[in-house]
């Protein structure tokens, strides 16, 4: 059983920055994939960005591209994930949730089918 444990999420200003950190411990060194998803009140969630454990190919939403960058590895039984959020927005307001334990990268399946371990989630809140 996996253990994810987000941090760093916090109140921000429009085209602030904020890195968010995850960490994910158990069985993790078979694991495929390690991301960040968000839901905000009254939407549906949302892929942000996927990581590979595998070979380090990163993938991201389609909205957050080129704002986001999104780092990982696993080291034993421990999985990190970090991103690097700028140029904010307050439509990213959002709760952000750090998953892992899924075979793809598949940012809309794994969101839509709530595939994987999920942590308990770190508001991110963009307003001035």
């Known amino acids: 059983q996996v253990q994810l444990v987000e941090s760093g999420g916090g109140l921000v200003q429009p085209g602030g920055s904020l890195t968010l950190s995850c960490a994910a411990s158990?069985?993790?060194?078979?694991?495929?994939?390690i991301g960040w998803f968000r839901q905000a009140p009254g939407k549906e969630r949302e892929g942000v960005s996927c990581i590979s454990l595998v070979n380090g190919n990163t993938f991201y939403g389609a909205s957050v591209k080129g704002r986001f960058t999104v780092s990982g590895n696993n080291a034993g039984n421990t999985a990190y994930l970090e991103m690097k959020m700028n140029n904010l927005k307050p439509e990213d307001t959002a709760v952000y949730y750090c998953?892992?334990?899924?075979?793809?990268?598949?940012?809309?399946?794994?969101?839509?089918?709530?595939?994987?371990?999920w942590g308990q989630g770190t508001q991110v809140t963009v307003s001035s």
């Open positions: 998953a892992t334990d899924f075979a793809t990268c598949e940012l809309d399946v794994v969101a839509r089918y709530n595939l994987g371990s």
């Open positions: 158990g069985s993790t060194s078979d694991y495929y994939a």
